[in-house]
């Protein structure tokens, strides 16, 4: 994998995580005072694979109630 497409990975997964955050917010889902700035999405494209795990337990243990 080129560090192009390691980039590219990282920017579509950091899109998808931005609508993500703008819905719940707009559904009440997560607090209003959380923000999702540039440095947010900067570190996001970076480290794309740490954040996807993250975010994959995060919703098992909402959904599960683990």
């Known amino acids: ?3 192009l497409n390691y980039f590219f990975i990282g920017f579509v ?3 998808l995580m931005d609508i993500l955050v703008n819905i719940f917010k707009s559904k009440g ?3 209003k ?3 999702w700035g540039w440095l947010n999405r900067s570190l996001c494209i970076v ?3 740490l954040a996807a795990i993250w975010f994959c ?4 243990k909402a959904v599960f109630k683990i």
């Open 1 to 3: 994998m080129s560090i």
């Open 13 to 15: 997964f950091t899109f």
């Open 29 to 31: 889902l997560i607090p």
């Open 33 to 35: 005072n959380i923000e």
């Open 47 to 49: 480290i794309w694979p």
């Open 57 to 60: 337990i995060a919703f098992l």
